[in-house]
DNA sequence: ATTTGTCGCTAACGTATGTTAGTTTGTTAT
DNA sequence: ATAACAAACTAACATACGTTAGCGACAAAT
């Protein structure tokens, strides 16, 4: 009989978790079986059931998980008293982070809340539109300060947000830049586009 | 009994691909059942079976339709006699019509082409990886004319290709602005941050 | 040492899935 | 009208999946 090893404070739902994501990021949250999972851990299928209620509930966890990051850094980012140009990298910069940092959990919050269940589905999409909104509103800020170029504010975030879950090919390369060299560039690519030409 | 209707030189098979990408799209390749694709087409699931080969067959011709689409496209571009710049914005404003108006296959073909099996998936992979170094290579020739900011092409191919896919959300969203308007609101973003400050 | 509760095991259930076999219906060509 | 073919149907198969029930083994507390 082989336990679940758990170092440091650690629990075993936790360890389960971290397993999945690792797990529905490279096979899709329906083509993992929770008999890959069991096995990714190390344990057979039914022992999961003693620490989570159902495969749905690891998304939950997951998805969840990622989304009140992002919201709480969001009031953050919003109760600075910088200008709006600043809010926006400050944000992209967090989000470029995330990326890097909880690489598996971001992606699969990313690409799988689909999966979700409804009463945990619409209120997902909530977050997200809201999420979307604020962010807008940061950019829209900008413009009517003149600092920002005048472009329309709900396309520039569909354009950041889904520019920086493309790193995740960037994890997956093998010529690999740095992490603080891949944030740079990103910056540059996209915070240049903002500002007015002189 | 139930014939498949085909207007206009257009094959059962055909109509069964098309309704496979929409499904695909909503709901998943692996969600996706058989059942639900036969009910969309309005026929029995073994029906099925007398067009196509398996459900896999159904991804490969999504897949390889829009991977020879845009393989065709950088063909076409790199052989035209224009500054690096300029072949950028074409590749880039393709990719939005191609987004705009064949909306659930690129989306499947983006998305989903993970579930591909073996001789199809290397095959698909190494095509992208081929595209994206193509795409590079002309960044890099703006880069060495002083015509383009230098910064790290791949980079910069990763974050314009995810960019554009996100117009999967605009797609959904309800207050659209006009196709055109998205199109040039998205090169302005993208584009502007490439050339050099004056 | 005994109790108690946590955790893992085996076995199995019910359901959904992709696909095949064999048959019947409808269409097209002679 | 009839032969020939395409395309739909019904029935069923094997497999894979999420999950439950019940039992045994280990660890911690008394």
Redesign the interface.
Known sequence: MARIKTDNNVSRKEVIVAKAAVLFRE??F??ASMRDLAESVGVEAASLYNHIKSKTELLHELCFGVANRFMQKMEEVEQEKIPAGEKVEKLLRFHINEMVHHYEEVYVSD?EW??LSDPYLSNFQNQRRIYRKRFAAIIETGIRAKEI?P??A???V??????????E??HR?KQK?SAE??EN??I???????YP??
Do not use: C, Q, Y
């Not at 569909?158 to 790193?167: D, E, K, N, T, V």
């Open positions: 096979k899709g329906k083509a690409r689909k999966h170029e472009i329309d709900p396309t520039a569909l354009i950041f947000l889904h520019a920086i879950s493309g790193i090919s960037w390369s830049i060299e891949l560039n990103m540059t690519i996209l915070v240049d586009g903002l030409r002189k």
